[in-house]
Nanobody, 126 residues
Framework: QVQLVESGGGLVQAGVSLRLSCAAS????????MGWFRQAPGKEREFVAA??????YYADSVKGRFTITRDNAKNTVYLQMNSLKPEDTAAYYC?????????????????????WGQGTQVTVSS
């Protein structure tokens, strides 16, 4: 089992930056990838970014603005979000994948992840 706890969300104005954190505990040694997804009211959960042992992936909507990094010593993954827009408003979820992916792209689908956090709300006002 892996437990994930997100933090760092909040209410901000458009154009500013925010950093989300996701602390993992439990059987993290078997984690191949960590990802961030988001879900806005009335919309489906969508992929945002993923960190894997081989590569990072980003949704086109956040590419160039968001950066995903992982601190192995702290078992924590971060999502640095710059130039935030109102359309970035959503609940952001951290996820962990414990299966290897040999295709391309990898870890962009929710079904590839085994564990999920409870989410942290990000609200961007215009």
């Amino acid at each position: 089992q892996v437990q994930l706890v997100e933090s760092g969300g909040g209410l901000v104005q458009a154009g500013v930056s925010l950093r989300l954190s996701c602390a993992a505990s439990g059987r993290t040694s078997r984690t191949y990838a960590m990802g961030w997804f988001r879900q806005a009211p009335g919309k489906e959960r969508e992929f945002v970014a993923a960190w894997s042992i081989r590569q990072t992936y980003y949704a086109d909507s956040v590419k160039g603005r968001f950066t995903i990094t992982r601190d192995n010593a702290k078992n924590t993954v971060y999502l640095q979000m710059n130039s935030l827009k109102p359309e970035d408003t959503a609940a952001y979820y951290c996820a962990a994948a414990q299966d290897d992916c040999v295709g391309f792209p990898c870890y962009v689908g929710a079904t590839e992840y085994n564990y999920w956090g409870q989410g942290t709300q990000v609200t961007v006002s215009s």
